[in-house]
């Protein structure tokens, strides 16, 4: 037996929960320089199944927490991003991305407006140079600090709220994509109500020292079992939800990954972000290729990098995500194709060692989100 | 006396005359996590020893299973379409993947008793 996933670098990085998963029994994989959680003794079917019934305690803590403040904060972001940050509400949250002069995606990042503090989350591969972009587009009156004293935990299911109310009531009336600062296990948090699951839930930044009591409290509570990051990505899958350096990067623009909805209607007036003369132009005129669900006949999951078929056998497009959806109970899907492929209904073909298999466009996501409703 | 051998890949063999009976230790399960999907040979398809025999995929990945010895495909578990969580709960029985017609006797030499597999395991750990 072989796997045919290549080994990762050496984890140079720890997060502090590090000695937690340990104990817990998790799996421990190198990740973007940490060592982190790829699932505990309940594999990552078990958790999985686990969050979207009850609740389930992830350590994201290898995420970038980055603040920008000053004069002028959300106006200067505004030239990084396409998403509308000036007209970002207090204490609202907003997914949108850093683009590039080509129009591509450098990273995708949720911003809060915390408090006269404009707060970002950011993948933890880009985080370094995330900080230099917005160092080196930032002069005068706004300033840049990276968090790395920050931890930042997921509390994430249907009974997430119930859990995390108990120690910190504000939760329980929290209203989806906001924040708010919360006293939990005694510490000061931040915490959104927003996730990475497509299930109603709560990311949680305290400062690493309260981490473990934070940690230990929530995990304590009947409905929480702790996941890894396995379960987050089939749990991302399932929802649709994109994973920066394989659903998008620097070559896919926020158009073809179907992200048109973070691109708020003054920005697409406006303009004035990296990469507009593309993105405005696939805003009127329409993608090249679009990134779209894909159902699999059968049972055998279509992996990344695998070649889409047009009906007639032809070569239309790639798989970005793919695997097996624990929820749906099959394979799922998702990749870019050419434009005249990827209305849903369309048929097309995955050809998976040496075999097509048949499979048709459909509508993301493949587990429908279930967010707080406010 | 076990009549049960492994190979370096994790495969394990049971042979019965001329015949064995193939799967994936116990150890290769656990690494695996949770399948969801195996890749069956077809009957009467050949392989030499070495060769790409299977495909096993977890929820996070597809691996390999090649035939630890050569010779010709008579069976395979078609239980695996329905449970393939099966490898995980019974890999060295229900779990079992596909039987073989050996091409040669002499190749079950190259691979490991259950003791000497169990160090080569402790080894990697």
């Known amino acids: ?374 | 006396m076990s009549n049960l051998k492994f190979s370096k890949d994790h495969e394990w063999l049971r042979v019965e005359g001329d015949s064995a009976t193939i799967g994936i230790s116990d150890y290769a399960q656990e690494q695996l996590g949770d399948v969801v999907y195996v890749e069956l040979p077809e009957i009467g398809q050949k392989f030499s020893a070495g060769a790409q025999a299977a495909v096993v995929e977890s929820v996070k990945a597809a691996s390999e299973i090649y035939a630890p010895v050569g010779g010709e495909v008579t069976e395979v578990n078609n239980a695996l379409d329905d449970d393939p969580a099966l490898v995980n709960s019974d890999a060295i029985g229900q779990g079992w993947f596909f039987k073989l017609k050996l091409d040669n006797a002499a190749e079950l030499e190259a691979l490991m008793d259950e003791s000497s597999y169990q160090e080569f395991i402790a080894g990697l750990e």
């Not at chain 1, 591969?125 to 160092?135: F, Q, R, S």
């Not at chain 1, 709560?202 to 079992?225: K, R, T």
């Not at chain 1, 994109?242 to 406006?270: F, M, N, Q």
Request: charged letters at 20%; aromatic letters at 6%.
């Open chain 1, 1 to 374: 037996m072989s796997g045919t996933n290549g080994p990762q670098s050496e984890p140079v990085n720890t997060t502090a929960l590090h000695d937690k998963h340990v104990a817990l029994g998790a799996k421990m994989v190198p990740f973007t320089g940490y060592s982190m959680p790829l699932n505990y003794p309940a594999g990552i079917l078990a958790e999985h199944l686990h969050t979207r019934e009850s609740a389930s305690l992830f350590d994201v803590s290898h995420m970038g927490q980055i603040s920008i403040w000053g004069e002028g904060a959300a106006h200067a972001l505004e030239r990084l991003v396409p998403g509308d940050i000036i007209g970002l509400a207090p204490s609202a949250l907003r997914y949108t991305q850093f683009t590039n002069d080509q129009g591509g995606i450098r990273d995708d990042l949720m911003v809060t407006n915390a408090d006269g503090r404009l707060m970002l989350v950011v993948n933890a591969a880009c985080k370094d140079a995330d900080l230099e972009l917005l160092v080196a587009g930032f002069k005068g009156s706004v300033d840049v600090a990276l968090h790395d004293d920050k931890a930042l935990i997921a509390l994430q299911g249907p009974q997430a709220v119930a859990a995390l109310a108990r120690h910190a009531p504000k939760a329980e009336n929290l209203e989806f994509m906001h924040a708010a600062a919360m006293k939990i296990a005694g510490a000061d948090a931040v915490v959104t109500r927003s996730g990475y699951t497509g299930e109603d839930g709560f990311e949680i930044s305290v400062y690493a020292e309260a981490a473990n009591d934070v940690w230990d409290i929530l995990l304590a509570e009947p409905e929480v079992s702790p996941a890894g990051l396995g379960a987050r990505d089939s749990l991302r899958l399932e929802a649709g939800l994109c994973l920066y350096g394989h659903d998008i990067d620097e070559a896919t623009s926020p158009v073809e990954a179907g992200l048109l909805w973070s691109i708020g209607k003054r920005r697409r007036e406006e303009g004035g972000f990296p990469g507009e003369q593309r993105i405005l132009d696939e805003i009127a005129n329409g993608p090249k290729r679009r990134r779209v669900g894909i159902l699999p006949e059968g049972r055998a999951p279509a992996r990344e990098n695998t070649e889409i078929l047009s009906a007639a056998g032809e070569s239309v497009g790639i798989v970005t995500s793919g695997g097996f959806g624990p929820s749906t109970g099959g394979p799922v899907t998702m990749g870019y194709v050419d434009i005249a492929h990827a209305k849903t209904g369309t048929s097309l073909g995955l050809l998976v060692r040496g075999k097509t298999i048949p499979a048709s466009v459909v509508k993301l996501p493949f587990a429908a989100h279930r967010y707080h409703k406010n």
